[in-house]
């Protein structure tokens, strides 16, 4: 006779009751908690990428799954944004609302799940710069995820804060975290004849781990097809996969690394991210289906990356280079959506993943524990469509800004003497030349390689081309072109102001060590116009922070005064509940949202994405304003959907 979920024990009372003596074990071939068998169906939900007002709706969502652990990464860029500034919830920072990792495992704690955490300090994961801070660049000569003193420094500084939040957390101490990572696919960094992998590095995370008392299981993750133990140390860390398909192969080779341990997924890949100018990457469910079944028949503990992907917030996207050159020139920048194609859909929608999921747990799960009902789906709205009423250009706003820098040559961001001198992380910077003399057909040749758009402006019009095509990447204003050239004018021109706005589309996430070497902005080489060097810049940051954004003033109608070129424009969305919506962004060009004050992420109309989740509690009753920064085109109105839309859409297709 079957058993009633309700006279079942929750997860806790059953690893629990009678006290806690012993964590997760991983001392023989299969997992114990407690003294207690165990498998771990874990799912990837990153606290950072969803609002904090949905974090139990989530967690419960992944808990009626039939899920018992909730892996997190914690990044440290969102954490210590400037140089010795910190923000867990309370810090005042932008991104504050979704910065309280305590009140998020205390949620999980409280919703039935265990939680494995994955602390860096680096962590990939389609985020910006894989979760450094850029203000570490402004250290000549540091040397990234190594055992180099500078580097060390701050990340000991850095975890010994992260970590003291984070030890009263442990399992052992009545709290939900049973397993913390060491680094994060650390092998993926060897290259021969160039690399070895830091084992001095991996024993230096481990010793900080230890004096701020994490006694809980140390992990590490990486494809032990491709790196064996290269980013592991065996004798102090249990070794996991990352895959997406032939489990049985990646599985068998873990038994042999570590013999008489458990086999784990710590990234089973339920999807797949998008790039902009790809094809919207999804996969198919019967795929899904049938490597998920031989995960847990073989059998094996998982993680599945990602159970909810959510959103990479205002300009938190990752990047990647697809080439070893530190050039730029094969750049990739990853959209503002993390949907991933996941059992649970950016907006938190159920798919037909979800059921597969839940289906085969409650196939293979010998340990049954109480699980809640499905909580019911948030619907989302589509407001009606609202007009423009507000503009300014771009000379208007730099105006506005408060602090400029003068310079000889163009500087990156990282270097402005900016933020107590951490520097621009995010956002634009313009590099304006003033009283500027140009010939008739002048070419303006921008040395190197741009980091990572250039928009071009003399006296205020706009030189380059709008960004319709995928295509048109290739062209100037972007990325792939080396020693870029455009002509700045067909007639003779004196007294002239030359803009040059160069937007940070996103830093790389992933890859070889020198790769991390990326700063933003103009930097490469000199800018020319045609043999002539120009010097003496005058540098703008544009970092739209919220403060700011809501304090502008001056706006105009967009009629009065407009030509082609970069503009923020303004609109008012009332409503009388705030309910989950979609602004559709294909009658734009480029740029990106910002809601309330908020920067929600970015927009470009050669996709995939086109509509821009906007989460009901980020609008409010009443009046809302909702600011476009196109780098191109004038807007008329701001629309809405109730679902996500992509420009295109192709099957998941992996390396």
Known sequence: MAVSNTTLPSLYEYYTSGGITSGLSANQSYFT????????????????????????DRLRKMRAAGLNTVETYIPWNLHEPFNNFYDFGNGGSDM?????????????????????????????????????????????????????????KFVTRYFNLLLSLLAIFQFTRGGPII???VENEYGSTEQPGKFTPDKV???????????????????????????????????????????????????????????????????FWTGWFDHWSEKHHTRDNSDFYDVFDRILKYPASVNMYMFHGGTNWGFYNGANLNNDAMDNSGYQPDTTSYDYDAPLSEN?????????????????????TRVPQPPAGTPSHKYPTVPIIGQLLLDELIK??????????????????????????????????????????????????VCDTVTVLVDGFLLNKPLKKSRDLDHFGYWRLKNSTITLSTQNLTGATLDLMVENWGRNNFGHLEQFNQFKGLWQG????????????????????????????????TYQRWAPGPALYRAILTVEVPQDTFIDMEKWVKGIVIVNGFVLGRF?????QQTLYLPGPFLKKGNNTILVFDHFARGHEVSFSQTAKYKTRGKFNFW
Request: hydrophobic letters at 35%.
């Open 400 to 449: 506005l800004v408060p602090v400029t820098f003068q310079n000889r040559v163009p500087l990156p961001m990282e270097l402005l003497p900016l933020n107590n001198y951490s520097g621009q992380s995010y956002g634009y910077v313009v590099y304006r030349k003033v009283n500027v003399t140009i010939p008739a057909n002048a070419t303006l040749r921008i040395t190197g390689h």
């Open 604 to 608: 470009a109309r050669i996709g995939p």
């Open 348 to 368: 938190g929608d159920y798919t037909e993943k979800y059921h597969i999921v839940k289906q085969l747990i409650g196939k293979y799960s010998q340990v049954k």
């Open 179 to 181: 397993a913390f990572q």
């Open 201 to 267: 590095y991996l024993k230096q995370l481990r010793q900080i781990m230890l004096n701020n008392g994490i006694v809980e299981l140390l992990v590490t993750s990486d494809s032990p097809t491709l790196h064996g133990t290269a980013g592991t140390l065996p004798e102090y860390f249990l070794q996991t996969a990352n895959f997406a398909s032939d489990p049985e192969t990646e599985f068998d080779k873990l038994k042999q690394l570590q013999k008489n341990r458990p086999t784990m997924a710590m990234e």
């Open 526 to 557: 000199g800018v020319f116009l045609n043999d002539e060097e120009l010097l003496n810049w005058q540098i703008i940051p544009l970092e739209f922070r919220k403060k700011w954004s809501m304090g502008l003033n001056g706006w105009h109608g």
């Open 33 to 56: 908690l407690n003294n207690r068998n165990v498998t771990l169906y874990s799912g990837a939900m990153h606290y950072f990428r969803v609002p904090r007002q949905y974090w139990r």
């Open 96 to 152: 504050e609302e979704f910065l309280d990792v305590r009140q998020f495992l205390t949620i999980a704690q409280e919703e039935d799940l265990f939680a494995i955490i994955r602390p860096g300090p680096y962590i990939c994961s389609e985020w910006e710069f894989g979760g450094f801070p850029s203000w570490l660049l402004r250290y000549h000569d540091i040397k990234l995820r190594t055992s180099d003193p500078t580097y060390m």
